[in-house]
């Protein structure tokens, strides 16, 4: 009987997979890639487990985190619009990840890489508005129109001229490691006189580490952990350290903007 959500064919495809796979490890080969991806053994409705149920735990987190910074920072905070929209960018994001990862389809496909692209282009308005925003809300402005428009790029040409893996994956990339590299400038200038800036640093350079076990392609663990699986687990603390970094530096700027008022 097929899961709850699941139609009697993809029961079948599900069941011919694992047959071929046996069929493989009986003849002594190694274990097959089904449309680029390895095997997974389902759990209820759950058609990869691990990953599903990774993605929502740092949904989770972002929650709690979320919750947390509004309750400790005020909204006369500079930063507090721009942190809380990034919060509900990202719970959307994992959102998708998490019904992805139950259920892959054409659709969940979809949201799930468009989503995880907004996510990193909203952390380089993010990083905009920190750095050059506050001082020149013009340019933050006009940056956040260029950004719209280049996801609404993306997204078009993906939905409805080809979608293309490879140029996701590269554009995902490309704009990966502008986030990083602006933030990471912006880190090293101002550790020394900001010293909760270190926690924004010791991010960015977990990322980029915990990225690599993406490059780590092998079977999944008792059919169920795979490289993917084990990056969204890794990536749950990442997102916790974040959100308190926006969390003091929110709460700093509110300091420094009342001393100004009084100075006034």
Same mark, same amino acid.
């Given at each position: ?7 009697? =064919? ?31 053994? /389902? ?41 809380? +929209?990034? +919060? ?30 907004? *996510? ?8 905009? *508005? /920190? ?11 006009? !940056? =956040?129109?260029? &950004? &719209? ?24 990339? +490309? ?17 020394? =006189?900001?010293?909760?800036? /270190? ?18 392609? !092998?079977?999944?663990?008792?059919? *169920?952990?795979? +490289? ?13 350290? !974040?959100?308190? !970094? ?19």
């Amino acid at each position: 009987m097929a899961p709850r959500g699941w139609t009697c =064919r993809d029961d079948c495809k599900y069941e011919c997979m694992w047959v071929t796979v046996g069929l493989y490890l009986q003849e002594g080969h190694k274990v097959p890639q089904f449309h680029g991806k390895w095997p997974f053994s /389902r759990f209820l409705f759950f058609q990869e487990p691990a990953s599903a149920v990774a993605s929502f735990l740092n949904g989770l987190a972002s929650l709690v985190m979320l919750c947390r910074y509004r309750t400790s920072v005020p909204a006369s905070s500079p930063m507090y619009p721009t942190c809380v +929209a990034f +919060a509900w960018v990202s719970l959307n994001a994992w959102f998708w990840s998490t019904v992805f990862h139950t259920r892959d389809t054409d659709l969940t496909e979809k949201m799930d890489y468009f989503c995880a692209s907004t *996510v990193i282009l909203h952390s380089i308005y993010l990083c905009c *508005v /920190r750095t050059v925003g506050l001082q020149h809300p013009a340019v933050a402005s006009a !940056f =956040r129109a260029l &950004l &719209l428009l280049m996801l609404t790029a993306h997204i078009s040409y993906l939905s409805l001229i080809h979608f293309d893996y490879g140029y996701n994956l590269a554009a995902n990339v +490309a704009i990966g490691l502008v986030n990083v590299v602006w933030w990471l400038a912006w880190c090293l200038r101002n550790q020394q =006189r900001l010293p909760h800036v /270190r926690k924004c640093m010791v991010v960015v350079l977990l990322l980029q580490g915990l990225s690599l076990l993406e490059l780590l392609d !092998f079977p999944p663990l008792f059919w *169920v952990l795979d +490289a993917h699986a084990i990056w969204h687990i890794s990536t749950i603390p990442v997102h916790v350290l !974040f959100f308190s !970094f926006l969390e003091d530096d929110s709460l700093y700027l509110l300091k420094e903007s009342e001393a100004k008022f009084k100075l006034d």
